[in-house]
């Protein structure tokens, strides 16, 4: 039983539990899972990190089934039919068969991506196969599995900012892209935000992927201690809340505190409790003698107004007090001092910001975000737009047939035919016809993660899968030509056989 007395045994759709009795007889159904589109439909830069499967594994596949959670299903199911309130069907059956016969072990195989693999969009993440009497149950566990959409945007977005903060760098930064500041310039803000503790943990750990900068400590220790034996993997500083400043007689004093606790090191004050602009222009330059003498950096925090206009107006009030040094690209870092901006902070904001303080000769050193709900909140599963999708069926008889969705409203939405392989292409993650002959088992990206039972040794550790993802993401063309020519011919087979044929698949 899971947490809140829920059992496993209803975690997905209700429909779900009904569709053993809606399935042809067959001895093998397969099924996969993909994003059809890029990050909010970029169709220029289709790249994505596909991450989560750990968490979904380790935390609801892998937990064995027990009687009790199946009696306790049949109690909900009964009253679970509109209306009325009336019986609803699930397969008792066949879940009292695994639980008996399988240590309750959900009877299915899973192949799923290595975690932080950088694809283009339509390469499927997983791939799931159930056989013999358990075909039925093949899609059961699709609502659990479809989760994995939110890490792999969280991750997305995450990566995509570091692409802004290292454009940054490369223009105006003596450190270029390969600063070690850029790992720290974006801050996961997004805890409070949150719906729910698990969200704050799985999105807090995709957006550790790409940077080591978080406030959200319940992914920051899941991460370190749960994903990466122990080893430190995100990190923060020192700050002030608006309810600090304000309990104090002045903001000056409450900037002396901060100072006398920890000047020394990098610590940030938020400056908009009252009046920003008299922040900037008085309280600043009334403890800058007390700032220089600790020796530490300051980072100050606007938290209102617009974003750009509030970086901006910190940048010029501390480089009046501080000063500034010009770097050999001729962009001006103000020493000891900078800001960050956390309130309203988005990709578009970012790239805003970045280019204001370009144009005002700023180097990109002097700045860096915190995103909030626009990191771990404001996505869904359309972002990329992902889906489940049966693929491939041996009936009772021995006949197999490739199968695909097609609807002719929306030809995008096609779905993949056939059981599926990925193989890298000149760098480039493909999808071929795992019977096409042309995909050996050792090239094949999909490797087996749980295979009616849990499987020990299938994960990588944080820090190799930080270090998958900074190398494959450079390396991925933003777009690519990933259906591989035999999957092409069988998808513009099948089309033909119904309706109009994509234009992807000309």
């Known amino acids: 039983m899971l947490p809140g007395g829920v059992p496993i045994s209803v975690l997905t759709d209700s429909y779900k539990a009904t569709h053993y009795l809606q399935y042809p007889k067959a001895r093998k159904f397969v099924a996969y899972g993909e994003f059809r589109q890029g990050y909010n439909k970029d169709k220029a830069d289709t790249r994505m990190v596909s991450y989560g499967m750990r968490y979904l594994v380790e935390n609801y596949i892998s937990k064995p089934w027990t009687m009790e959670d199946i009696a306790m299903a049949e109690s909900f199911y009964k009253t679970h039919m509109s209306p009325g309130y009336t019986e609803f069907p699930f397969p008792k059956a066949l879940f009292e068969k695994f639980v ?258 370009e144009a005002e000769g700023y180097a990109a050193d002097n700045v860096s975000y915190g995103m909030g709900g626009g990191l771990l909140q404001k996505v869904n599963r359309d972002t990329m737009s992902f889906a489940t999708k049966l693929c491939h069926i041996v009936y009772a008889d021995g006949h197999a047939a490739d199968i695909m969705k097609q609807p002719q409203t929306d030809t995008g939405k096609f779905s993949l035919p056939g059981v599926l392989a990925v193989k890298r292409v000149n760098g480039v993650p493909t999808v071929f016809p795992a019977d096409s002959g042309e995909v050996a088992p050792h090239d094949n990206l999909l490797r087996v993660v749980y295979d009616m039972r849990p499987l020990e040794g299938v994960w990588d550790d944080f820090d190799t899968v930080r270090a998958r993802v900074a190398s494959e993401w450079t390396a991925l063309p933003k777009a690519a030509d990933n259906l591989s020519a035999s999957l092409r011919e069988k998808v513009r087979q099948q089309m033909a056989l119904r309706g109009k044929v994509p234009a992807l698949v000309h």
């Open 100 to 357: 008996l016969e399988n240590n309750g072990f959900f009877p299915v195989k899973l192949e799923a991506l290595p975690e932080g693999t950088c694809i283009n969009a339509r390469v499927p993440v997983y791939q799931i196969t159930a056989t013999e009497e358990y075909t039925p149950l093949c899609t059961f566990l699709e609502t659990l599995l479809t989760m994995i959409w939110y890490p792999t945007t969280v991750a997305t977005l995450s990566r995509r900012s570091r692409d802004v903060v290292e454009a940054s760098f490369a223009r105006t930064s003596d450190g270029g892209p390969a600063s070690p500041l850029v790992q720290s310039r974006l801050v996961d803000f997004g805890f409070r935000g949150c719906t729910s503790l698990e969200q704050s943990i799985i999105g807090g750990c995709a957006h550790l992927l790409s940077f080591t900068s978080s406030d959200t400590m319940s992914a920051a220790f899941y991460a370190q201690f749960k994903l990466n034996g122990g080893r430190p993997v995100g990190c923060s500083i020192p700050a002030t809340e608006h309810s600090v400043m304000t309990s104090w007689p002045t903001e000056a004093a409450a900037m002396e505190n901060m100072m006398d606790n920890f000047g020394t090191g990098i610590y940030a004050c938020v400056m908009d409790s009252y009046d920003y602009a008299k922040a900037l222009s008085e309280v600043l330059p009334s403890v800058a003698a007390k700032k220089l003498g600790k020796g530490g950096y300051l980072v100050l925090r606007p938290d209102s107004g617009d974003p750009t206009d509030a970086v901006l107006m910190a940048l010029r009030a501390a480089e009046k007090v501080f000063g500034s040094v010009r770097n050999s690209k001729g962009f001006r870092v103000i020493p000891g001092c900078g800001v960050i901006q956390g309130d309203g902070i988005d990709l578009s904001t970012m790239e805003k910001i970045a280019q204001a303080i």
